[in-house]
């Protein structure tokens, strides 16, 4: 598989001290991959870096092409920009033009293409994202979810091959939030490179083909299988686990038999359609002699690991 | 006071929102509505040049008659349009026209029409002429008049472009008349940010509210409320970076092309052709 992004030996330093040191990690065409981190362990500075805006230290590869500084500054980012989008964490920072249509226009109007293309490419956007009717609108006037939306059509207007999301999950209500996981794995299905920092561990699982454990440098790389049932690593990494994880914990206290904790909703379906089907139609819970102690253990190693 | 603050902050919040947002008569189907805004910005402006130069009075009349007419023609409440118009009349002119009537100011020896006090000897004051009577004049009068007329007959046409026109498409028609990139930009920015910002203010102003306990002094809020600016400018300039940011992710290379959607037909050359004899007509009496 073709290699996108390959970071050896990265840090980054702001004025105020360093956030990211030694980071190496390699992003796979197709992938969709999840940067996973407690607040300040330095995701948003990760994904700026694998978006050309900083200029970090070390040795950032992007498609063959060396991110250093003199190449940040020069043209060559002009092809680079038209294949690597990032969705910014807070929509009212990506959506700065007087209008839906503007803002959306903005990124294919840099393409050099012709008005009329830019305008079916925005069009195009805002019917992916279902947002056609906001189109006229004033970006303060949105709602949270339409803004989240909107931030995304003014990347996916350009087309990218990969898509960088900085905590896109963040402050939705459910139901948007299912949206856009949604979307997100749609557009992946039709072969974009998907880059998630998020520390929304619930959306994991239906968002991650790999994880990269994130706090300041990278602490665990692997399946989302991998990363959450190593207790060591979550410990330190100071990462819950999901809640649909944490139910099953809780069957196993009442004597529930599962070899693989489910992850998602979907692993929890066919956990418990093979648990009925293999014991004679139906699931046996039951309180025994170590239930209460081991309820005890349990929830005390949710609340502090 | 910082009640005062408070109270000031969120009118002027909630009147520019009103004004800018209640973009209910720009979507009305009316006459102005359906006039593109670039030939509409020019024909208001060319109406307001020829105002401001004009000395007529019937000028004047005819252009608020026909400002009138127009807001009629698109669907604006006279009633709601006069309040627009008339709101900033007398505080806008009357510190400038009021005085004018009088003959202690220019022009100075007018026809007197009212005397107001006579004084027994001549009274000599800092930066005025020496006089020994005060006297409403009949220039005086009518330069107050034609002063307030011409000002008004501005705000009406303004007013007009404001309450037809969309301010995204207001802007992108500035924008067409290749008006300097910097200013356009700033404009946009302005739009698009300043509620951000003013609900920022707001915000911060009632989380400064709920944990105050007791009355504060004056000048201990005035500090609280210099925290708050401190605060505001930290926060936008923190923004401005980051919406930089932004731009550049989409390819932003410091030109900012726009999209202009609609083109000038017949109607709208109509219009302006129309407008604009109008305007030099005015002008030239």
Redesign the interface.
């Known amino acids: 598989m073709k290699k996108v992004f390959e970071l050896r030996n990265v840090s980054y330093r702001y004025p105020a001290g360093a956030v990211l040191s030694d980071i190496n990690l390699d992003i796979y065409e197709g992938e969709r991959v999840v940067i996973v981190g407690p607040n300040g362990a330095g995701k948003t500075t990760l994904l700026q870096i694998l978006d050309g805006l900083l200029p970090a230290r070390g040795h950032v590869k992007a498609f063959d092409m060396l991110l250093d500084e003199k190449t940040l500054k020069s043209d060559v980012m002009y092809e680079f920009r038209k294949r690597v989008g990032l969705v910014f964490q807070d929509p009212d920072v990506q959506l700065f033009s007087p209008t839906v249509l503007d803002d959306v226009a903005f990124g294919p109007m840099h393409l050099n293409i012709s008005k009329d293309e830019v305008l079916k490419r925005a069009e195009k956007a805002l019917r992916l994202m279902g947002i056609e009717d906001l189109k006229d609108k004033h970006p303060y006037n949105l709602s949270g979810g339409e803004k989240r939306k909107v931030a995304i059509a003014t990347v996916l207007s350009i087309d990218p091959d990969v898509i960088l999301l900085d905590e896109p999950t963040a402050d939705l209500d459910p139901k948007s939030r299912r949206e856009l996981i949604d979307t997100i794995n749609t557009l992946s299905r039709k072969g974009k490179t998907i880059v998630t920092a998020t520390h929304d561990v619930d959306a994991i699982p239906e968002l991650a083909d790999r994880v990269y454990v994130l706090n300041r440098t990278v602490m665990a790389c692997g399946t989302p299988r991998e990363i959450f049932t190593d207790i060591e690593l979550l410990k330190k990494a100071n990462l819950e686990i999901p809640q649909i994880m944490r139910l099953f914990r809780v069957l196993e206290c009442f004597g529930y038999n599962c070899e693989k904790l489910p992850l998602s909703i979907d692993e929890a379906i066919a956990e418990l359609t093979r648990t009925v089907e293999t014991e004679g139609g139906h699931i046996h819970l039951h309180i025994h002699e170590h239930t209460h102690s081991e309820l005890e253990k349990l929830k005390s190693r949710f609340d502090h690991h | 006071m910082s009640r005062f603050v408070e109270k000031t902050v969120g009118e002027v919040l909630e009147y520019i929102r009103s004004a800018v947002?209640s973009e209910n008569y720009s979507k009305e189907k009316g006459l102005l509505q359906k006039i593109d805004a670039r030939a509409k910005l020019i024909v208001i402006l060319g109406l307001i040049f020829s105002a401001v130069i004009s000395r007529r009075l019937e000028v004047f009349i005819t252009f608020i008659t026909l400002s009138l007419i127009l807001a009629k023609a698109s669907k604006i409440p006279v009633g709601y349009y006069l309040t627009r118009v008339l709101i900033f009349i007398p505080v806008f002119t009357g510190v400038i026209a009021i005085p004018s009537l009088f003959n202690i100011f220019q022009p100075y020896d007018g026809t007197e029409i009212l005397t107001v006090v006579r004084f027994n000897q001549e009274v000599v004051l800092p930066l005025l002429k020496p006089f020994s009577e005060i006297a409403i004049t009949e220039e005086g009068v009518i330069w107050a008049a034609k002063f307030v007329l011409r000002v008004t007959t501005a705000v009406s046409l303004i007013t007009l472009l404001v309450l037809t026109t969309?301010?995204?498409v207001l802007?992108s028609a500035f924008r067409s008349f290749k008006l300097p990139r910097v200013f356009v930009v700033i404009l946009?920015?302005t739009?698009?940010?300043i509620?951000?910002l003013t609900d920022i203010v707001l915000s911060m102003l009632y989380s400064k509210k709920s944990r105050a306990i007791g009355k504060e002094g004056t000048i201990k809020s005035w500090r609280l409320n210099a925290r708050i600016v401190a605060a505001l400018f930290i926060k936008s300039y923190d923004?401005s970076e980051?919406?930089y940011?932004?731009?550049?992710?989409?390819?932003?290379?410091g030109?900012f092309?726009?999209?202009?959607?609609s083109k000038m037909v017949l109607k709208d050359y109509l219009f302006l052709a129309g407008g604009l004899l109008l305007s030099l007509a005015g002008a030239m009496l």
Do not use: C
Not at chain 2, 245 to 253: E, H, K, V, W
Not at chain 2, 257 to 261: A, C, G, R
């Open positions: 947002f969309r301010w995204s802007l946009n920015l739009y698009r940010y509620f951000l923004m980051r919406v940011l932004a731009m550049i992710s989409r390819g932003f290379d030109s092309p726009y999209m202009q959607q």
